[in-house]
T-cell receptor
Framework: GAVVSQHPSRVICKSGTSVKIECRSL??????MFWYRQFPKQSLMLMAT?????????EQGVEKDKFLINHASLTLSTLTVTSAHPEDSSFYIC?????????????FGEGSRLTVL | GENVEQHPSTLSVQEGDSAVIKCTYS??????FPWYKQELGKRPQLIID?????GEKKDQRIAVTLNKTAKHFSLHITETQPEDSAVYFC??????????FGKGTHLIIQP
């Protein structure tokens, strides 16, 4: 099946610093990447949708200047959490639909656990 | 957009018994309904899915049923085992908006 590789798996940073999370589709072209956030004991909440070569679409309540998304190629999408604060500590996970989303399926990256001190 | 409701939030069953988790959705345009199992700190794993042109699908001990008219779908796990303990999420969607997830069900299998 399709593989999405995400790293880092864990990152600890100081408040005010920026953190970049990368997601790569290893054996298919990901024209779209969905970025989710999951707080402890909660569900996956969609943050934004990135499309290769265009600006990301952010869900209501998600600050686009704080969560910078870049999808410059068909195999790489990045999420940068800028000026991170403790309340940004969460599990961030990317997912991409293979086959240009024709089937509805999503393949998930391994997830990145962000802890902001 | 899609709204997916999931019940119960916690389900405790005796080992060997069956477990049923139910979800409802709001968007009649949704045509893809997967179920994911998530263990602590790991990514969700697809365990079974169903499309809107099918009413039921089964894979060994796991089955999913879909009622398009009522806009609800259910996960059935039979002969539960300790390794079935996890958080299960339903989701709905299938279009350009991706998937909307339910709030999750913590399934506890009691020995």
């Amino acid at each position: 099946g399709a593989v999405v590789s995400q790293h880092p798996s864990r990152v600890i940073c100081k408040s005010g610093t920026s953190v970049k999370i990368e997601c790569r589709s290893l054996d298919f072209q990901a024209t779209t990447m969905f970025w989710y956030r999951q707080f402890p004991k909660q569900s996956l909440m969609l943050m934004a949708t990135s499309n290769e070569g265009s600006k990301a679409t952010y869900e209501q309540g998600v600050e686009k200047d704080k969560f910078l998304i870049n999808h410059a190629s068909l195999t790489l999408s990045t999420l940068t959490v800028t000026s991170a604060h403790p309340e940004d500590s969460s599990f961030y996970i990317c997912s991409a639909p293979p086959n240009h989303g024709a089937t509805g399926e999503l393949f998930f990256g391994e997830g990145s656990r962000l802890t902001v001190l | 957009g899609e709204n997916v409701e999931q019940h119960p939030s916690t389900l405790s069953v005796q080992e060997g018994d069956s477990a049923v988790i139910k979800c409802t959705y709001s968007d009649s345009a949704s045509n893809y309904f997967p179920w994911y199992k998530q263990e602590l700190g790991k990514r969700p794993q697809l365990i079974i899915d169903i499309r809107s042109n099918v009413g039921e699908k089964k894979d060994q001990r796991i089955a999913v049923t879909l009622n398009k008219t009522a806009k609800h779908f259910s996960l059935h796990i039979t002969e539960t085992q300790p390794e079935d303990s996890a958080v299960y999420f339903c989701a709905g969607g299938g279009g350009a908006d991706g998937l909307t997830f339910g709030k999750g069900t913590h399934l506890i299998i009691q020995p």
